[in-house]
């Protein structure tokens, strides 16, 4: 494998980061999503459900 010219790798690493933010925004949509899901479904049968630890925050 040979090495690519370094406007390539510029290109490609901007893209990486630009790409990384846009998926860690999704976690955090997604996770948003997930809570306020739970939460109807809490109003719903009048219990609170049990939430299994969150790996992002560390288990607690």
Do not use: C, F, K, W
Not at 28 to 38: F, G, K, N, S, T
């Amino acid at each position: 494998m040979t090495a690519a010219p370094i406007p390539d790798l510029g290109r490609e690493n901007a893209y990486l980061r630009q790409r990384n933010a846009q998926l860690e925004e999704d976690v955090l949509a997604l996770a948003a999503e997930a809570e306020r899901l739970r939460q109807i479904v809490e109003r719903l049968h009048g219990r609170t459900a049990a939430r299994p630890p969150n790996p992002l925050s560390g288990g607690q």
